[in-house]
């Protein structure tokens, strides 16, 4: 039910919404995309093989974003970046993290409608 609420509400902004499998997102690195079922065992993600730590569903809605990025490349023929905008920063196709300036991190953000 959540899904078809969020995909009415995002449809008022003309936006489309995506499912994608979250099969192992909270168990894959993120940052090196090592996966395992002791990496997360709590809250916290730590990742067996490159020591990544962070918030479990953070790491996970990183993998998440990763899938749909890959799932739907189209860069087109100027190169342009491809990116998920997350509060705390950028995530590219390759999984590069930049993060957001402090200030970007605080309030609410014109281009992100409520739900």
Do not use: W
Request: hydrophobic fraction near 25%; charged fraction near 25%.
């Amino acid at each position: 039910r959540l899904y078809e609420y969020v995909e009415y509400k995002a449809a008022e902004y003309g936006i489309t919404v995506e499912q994608v499998d979250p099969a192992n997102t909270s168990r894959r690195c993120s940052h090196c995309g090592f996966t395992h079922p002791d990496n997360r065992e709590s809250e916290l993600f730590e990742c067996l093989k490159c020591g990544y730590e962070n918030h479990a569903d953070y790491n996970a809605s990183k993998n998440i974003g990763l899938r749909y990025l890959r799932r739907n490349q189209t860069g087109g023929d100027e190169g342009a970046r491809i990116g998920v905008r997350l509060n705390s920063g950028m995530v590219t196709v390759n999984g590069e993290f930049s993060p957001a300036e402090v200030s970007a991190r605080t309030g609410v953000h014109a281009e992100s409608p409520p739900l």
